[in-house]
């Protein structure tokens, strides 16, 4: 079996790491080595691994660090923030890091902050994360109490402050400018990009955004090497990845695999196939925001460069399988529904026209559609897309909607010609 | 009036962030807490504290899906309406309790127990259906399991 490092420590009872149990199987270990580094070789070591932002798109960690302002003229203080707001439809794995090894994320951002040379840490949850709030904020302290946080850091001169933030609900905060007007006590709304939150951040401070299972990645990286990290991958992306299966499979769950593992193998070797009676019609690769992929798509690797080939993206990478006995039609209103629900309303195509994809939708879902419906989709398909709106979420939501149109054309002509929904 | 309780939890979370009007997502929570909502008051009260106008602060306390700006019952039922759980069942679940409780989304059944209202994607997607009762997470949910549940909160009905 191959080696497992985020996850293989975990206790199989649920509870979560103590930290004399994170610290027997080598934690704390890479903060050591990691103190007695300078910053830019931490920042080159991650750049190397090639560790890709876990938070969707899959940007180079160390890349991301590089445009930090460094040395005693860089404005201050900095931060450093880890975003497990975790509000993707389909995604339940940083849940799952922060529940059973919290350890491992605040040791991965402290050494993460050692490489910007942060002075401030935030870990940004989600409310309904209730255990993992418990858990998080019982490891903070315990680590504040094992000076592995707070001031003069294990006697290195370096010192960070961390705190647990709770959000109050709404999906836009998990995008990185709306989460830093969300911590600023704002309406969450994202800001412009130029300049970038490592340049003008938090308060206007030089700020880096990762997301939990970026962060849970870094103290491996730092313990055993690059080469080793890039070497636990089957593509060109570092690492292994949680990915995640639900829907109607026999054994919905997350497990770590090599990066690169296929849809396959994560199917029918993790999830146990489908269920008796159902079939695999479609799936969702990585979250709401990602196009549609179909069973001619089972062999794709999971990963940042590959799934693109085919027309989607990773994304979250925890999948979400679609069966003949749901409705395709009704899918896209579910998630439509959802964007509508969370846009942050900043600006008017993405305010106005995500109602309106919805009740289309919810018109033909219930045999209401009528001629001049699906150009009217593809019309907010261009409308909605690319550069069109303020930030990513618009276009996100026209990813799936988009995929649909084209793969279900028969089934949402049916439903405007017979007047019904054929699934009910 | 702000409690003295309410006084005394709101200063303590000042101290933990930079400016004022940072805490304000903390305070409403802790107000919440305390009445059950967030009422008109609250927020003229808060935002004299945190320095802000009622308004701003009001702007701030509508945005968030989980601070509420109308009374709810003594339970909020918070059920998960995304799509891993609208595979799931969320359809049937929902209208079990619709029927239950005798109540839609968004409102608040007659005895004043239980709000019920929908929420995004909880992450229980493997354990699919799920819902939240206050702040307990329950999932693999049945018709029968939701009898069970709304029982053991009080419901007699
Ligand atoms: C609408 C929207 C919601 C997002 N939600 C999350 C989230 O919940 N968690 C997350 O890590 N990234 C989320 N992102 C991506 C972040 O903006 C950001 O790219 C990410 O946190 C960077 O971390 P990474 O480089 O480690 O992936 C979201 C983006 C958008 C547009
Ligand atoms: S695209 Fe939607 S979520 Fe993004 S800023 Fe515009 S209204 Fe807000």
């Known amino acids: ?76 203080p900095k931060y450093l923030i880890a975003n497990a707001d975790e509000m993707e439809p389909g995604t339940f794995k940083d849940k799952m890091l922060i529940e059973l090894n919290p350890h491992q994320l605040i040791e991965g951002m402290i050494i993460s902050a050692l490489a910007i040379e942060a002075d401030i840490a935030y870990i940004f949850l989600r409310w309904e994360y209730r255990l993992a709030a418990a858990r998080a904020q019982k490891a903070i302290t315990e680590a504040y109490e094992n000076n592995y946080l707070g001031k003069n850091i294990l006697g290195s001169g370096f010192s960070l402050e961390m705190h647990l933030h709770i959000s109050a609900g709404r999906y836009i905060c998990g995008e990185e400018t709306a989460l830093l007007n969300a911590l600023e006590g704002r309406r969450a709304i994202p800001r412009a990009k130029p300049p970038y939150p490592q340049i003008c951040g938090l308060w206007g401070k030089p700020t880096v955004v990762n997301n939990a299972e970026t962060f849970s990645n870094v103290p491996h990286i730092i313990l055993r090497g690059a080469d080793w990290y890039k070497g636990l991958s089957r593509s060109t992306d570092g690492g292994t990845k949680i990915y995640g299966m639900s829907g109607r499979v026999k054994k919905p769950g997350l497990w770590e695999l090599p990066m690169g593992t296929s849809i396959r193998e994560i199917l029918e070797g993790n999830a146990g196939g489908m269920q008796e009676g159902y079939e695999l019609c479609y799936l969702i690769p990585g979250g709401a925001s990602t196009e549609f992929l179909t069973a001619e798509h089972l062999d794709v690797k999971m990963d940042f460069d590959s799934v693109p080939k085919v027309g989607s993206r990773m994304g979250t990478g925890t999948l979400v399988v679609i069966d003949d006995k749901t409705c395709p039609i009704g899918v896209l209103h579910n998630l439509e ?18 109602p309106w994809v919805t009740s289309i939708l919810e018109a033909i879902e219930n045999g209401q559609g009528q001629a001049g419906d699906i150009e009217m989709l593809a019309t907010h398909g261009e409308s909605l897309w690319l550069g069109r709106t303020f930030c990513a979420l618009a276009p996100g939501a026209m990813e799936p909607l988009r995929s649909g149109l084209k793969l279900f054309k028969s089934e949402f002509e049916q439903h405007i010609i017979e007047k019904r929904c054929p699934w009910r | ?38 009422d008109d008051e609250g927020i003229k009260d808060l935002s004299a504290i945190l320095g802000m106008t009622p ?7 509508t945005f968030y899906n989980l601070i509420f700006r109308k009374p709810v019952g003594a339970h909020v039922i918070l059920i998960c309406d995304t799509v891993s759980c ?3 069942g969320y359809e049937k679940i929902l209208s079990h309790l619709k029927n239950r409780l005798g109540i839609g989304l968004g409102e608040t059944s007659p005895d004043g127990l239980f709000t019920l209202l929908p929420i995004p994607c909880l992450g229980a997607c493997d354990k699919a259906p799920a819902m939240m009762i206050d702040e307990e997470l329950y999932w693999n949910l049945t018709p029968e399991k939701i009898d069970e549940l709304i029982k053991r909160y009080g419901w007699k009905g």
């Open chain 1, 1 to 76: 079996m191959s080696e497992r490092p985020l996850t293989q420590n975990m206790r199989p009872d649920g509870e979560a790491l103590t930290i004399k149990e994170y610290e027997r199987t080598g934690g704390y270990q890479a903060l050591r080595k990691a103190l007695k580094m300078p910053p830019k070789e931490i920042q080159e070591i991650v750049k190397n691994s090639n560790l890709r932002g876990r938070g969707g798109a899959g940007f180079n960690t160390g890349m991301k660090w590089s445009f930090v302002p460094m040395g005693n003229d860089a404005p201050r």
């Open chain 1, 337 to 354: 529904k959802f964007f509508a629900r969370e846009s942050c309303g900043w600006c008017t195509p993405c305010r106005e026209g995500l």
């Open chain 2, 1 to 38: 009036m702000l409690s003295e309780k309410e006084t005394h939890e709101i200063e303590k979370e000042l101290k933990q962030y930079k400016t004022r009007q940072a805490a304000g997502v903390e305070a409403l929570k802790i107000i919440q807490r305390s009445r059950g909502w967030v």
């Open chain 2, 55 to 61: 308004d701003e602060l009001d702007g701030v306390a």
């Open chain 2, 86 to 88: 609208w595979v799931m």
